[in-house]
C-alpha cells in the first residue's frame, strides 16, 4: 500500500532561520510522482511542487529547495532565510502507477511550521 | 480560468439533514477529487473520478455519503442524512494526465458544520 509519512507534527523556528520539512513514502510502484502543497491559515491548499520517481535532480526555486532519494525514499522540503509569511502547514502527497489506482493521490499527515519574528 | 470552485464555502445543518456539496472542475481536467480534512484524521481521500466515471470510492466512509459527477463541469457529494461526526472541510480538487501524473488543484473547500 502507499503511504506517506511526515514524522514532524510541529516546527516553530525564528524568523531567517533554515528549516527543513521531511517526508519519506511507501509505495510498490517503480513509476510514482512526489508533491509538495502548502496550507496557509486561510485554508486553501496550494500546491508547490512536484517530481517523477525517474527524476532525482533536486530542485530549488528561490528559497524554496527540495531534495529527492530513492535509495532512502524521502523528499524532503528546506526553506532558507525563512519568513513569516512561510508559516502554514505544509503537505507531502504520493501518486503512484501500477499497483494502485493510477492519480490517486495521498496526503502525509502535514507539518505546522510556524515561524517567529 | 478561475480554478475549482466549490459552493458553498460554508455550510451550517442540522442532524438529521441532506447536505450537498457542489464542485466546477477546472475546464479541461478529466480528474476529479473529493477530500475530507479533520484535525484527527488529516486529508482522507473520499472518491474520485476520471472522465465522469468514479474510478475508487474506497474512502467513502459509508453509505449515508454519495458522489456523482454527471458531466465534465460538475460533481456533488452528498451526505444524508447528516451526523456531527461529519463535521469537517470537504475539498474538491481536478487534474489532467496527459501521460504525465500532473498535480491537482484544490478549490477553497466547504467547511460543514453538522450541530
Known amino acids: 500500500a502507499q503511504k506517506v509519512t511526515q514524522a514532524q507534527t510541529e516546527i516553530s523556528v525564528v524568523e531567517k532561520e533554515d528549516v527543513t520539512l521531511d517526508c519519506v513514502y511507501e509505495?510498490?510502484?517503480?513509476?510514482?510522482?512526489l508533491f509538495w502543497y502548502k496550507q496557509p491559515p486561510s485554508g486553501e491548499l496550494v500546491f508547490l511542487i512536484r517530481?517523477?520517481?525517474?527524476?532525482?535532480q533536486n530542485e530549488i526555486s528561490g528559497r524554496y529547495s527540495w531534495n529527492f532519494q530513492k535509495s532512502t525514499s524521502s523528499f524532503n522540503f528546506t526553506i532558507t532565510a525563512s519568513q513569516v509569511v512561510d508559516s502554514a502547514v505544509y503537505f507531502c502527497a504520493l501518486s503512484g502507477g501500477l499497483y494502485s489506482s493510477a492519480s490517486k493521490i495521498i496526503f502525509g499527515s502535514g507539518t505546522r511550521l510556524s515561524i517567529r519574528p | 480560468d478561475a480554478g475549482v470552485i466549490q459552493s458553498p464555502r460554508h455550510e451550517v445543518t442540522e442532524m438529521g439533514q441532506e447536505v450537498t456539496l457542489r464542485c466546477k472542475p477546472i475546464s479541461g481536467h478529466d480528474y476529479l477529487f473529493w477530500y475530507r480534512q479533520t484535525m484527527m484524521r488529516g486529508l482522507e481521500l473520499l472518491i474520485y473520478f476520471n472522465n465522469n466515471v468514479p474510478i475508487d470510492d474506497s474512502g467513502m466512509p459509508e453509505d449515508r455519503f454519495s458522489a456523482k459527477m454527471p458531466n465534465a463541469s460538475f460533481s456533488t457529494l452528498k451526505i444524508q442524512p447528516s451526523e456531527p461526526r461529519d463535521s469537517a472541510v470537504y475539498f474538491c480538487?481536478?487534474?489532467?494526465?496527459?501521460?504525465?501524473?500532473?498535480?491537482?488543484?484544490f478549490g477553497q473547500g466547504t467547511r460543514l458544520t453538522v450541530v
Open positions: 509505495t510498490r510502484d517503480t513509476t510514482y510522482y
Open positions: 480538487a481536478s487534474s489532467s494526465d496527459t501521460g504525465a501524473r500532473t498535480e491537482a488543484f
Open positions: 517530481r517523477n520517481s525517474f527524476d532525482e
